[in-house]
T-cell receptor, first 114, second 112 residues
Framework: DGGITQSPKYLFRKEGQNVTLSCEQNLNHDAMYWYRQDPGQGLRLIYY???????QKGDIAEGYSVSREKKESFPLTVTSAQKNPTAFYLCASSPSRRGTDTQYFGPGTRLTVL | QKEVEQNSGPLSVPEGAIASLNCTYSDRGSQSFFWYRQYSGKSPELIMFIYSNGDKEDGRFTAQLNKASQYVSLLIRDSQPSDSATYLC????????????FGSGTRLSIRP
């Protein structure tokens, strides 16, 4: 099956702990994105990558880090510097950087800080 | 002013009626416009995309774009209870060509 997978589905973090959220796609898409969604709110862009070994900060990058070592993988690390990390995290991909390309979403990871 | 604005709702529509969802955007150079449906606790799924002025129909869904007014809408005909969800408007292009800007969504409720 082609698609975008995210793991884990649910994640619990203790104060001061770093955690890494996985995102993998087998759609051969060039661009990948990470969003955060808080209850009753829209999606806010954390980081995005248009090509392997390159990524850009989105609107709320502070306290997060990413890597893009392989085309199909774009993991997100939520560091202890992120003061309010409890949220629904969504990974997306699109075929290329062109302005008309649609983004497709993975199932999401729900992160809760204990 | 938000880049993409939607009425948060909830919008309540009787079953079988037409639901009309509206969205305005601020970047006049925007090129691509998308509507996503998001059920509670789930990820967004693409319903429609539109690039040119006018209407685009797909089954019960019609997207309408008016670039002069910076306005995009989604009509859902013969509304069903399964259409109850949050609908996200998204815009790409202009000064943010490499990323999509999302509105905060309109919550739609179809009452039997």
């Amino acid at each position: 099956d082609g698609g975008i997978t995210q793991s884990p589905k649910y994640l619990f973090r203790k104060e001061g702990q770093n955690v890494t959220l996985s995102c993998e796609q087998n759609l051969n898409h060039d661009a990948m994105y990470w969003y955060r969604q808080d209850p009753g709110q829209g999606l806010r862009l954390i980081y995005y990558s248009q090509i392997v070994n390159d990524f850009q900060k989105g609107d709320i990058a502070e306290g997060y880090s990413v890597s893009r070592e392989k085309k199909e993988s774009f993991p997100l690390t939520v560091t202890s510097a992120q003061k309010n990390p409890t949220a629904f995290y969504l990974c997306a991909s699109s075929p290329s950087r062109r302005g008309t390309d649609t983004q497709y979403f993975g199932p999401g990871t729900r992160l809760t800080v204990l | 002013q938000k880049e993409v604005e939607q009425n948060s709702g909830p919008l309540s529509v009787p079953e079988g009626a037409i639901a009309s969802l509206n969205c305005t955007y601020s970047d006049r150079g925007s090129q691509s416009f998308f509507w996503y449906r998001q059920y509670s606790g789930k990820s967004p799924e693409l319903i429609m995309f539109i690039y040119s002025n006018g209407d685009k129909e797909d089954g019960r869904f019609t997207a309408q774009l008016n670039k002069a007014s910076q306005y995009v809408s989604l009509l859902i005909r013969d509304s069903q209870p399964s259409d109850s969800a949050t609908y996200l408007c998204a815009v790409r292009g202009g000064s943010s060509a490499s990323k999509i800007i999302f509105g905060s969504g309109t919550r739609l409720s179809i009452r039997p």
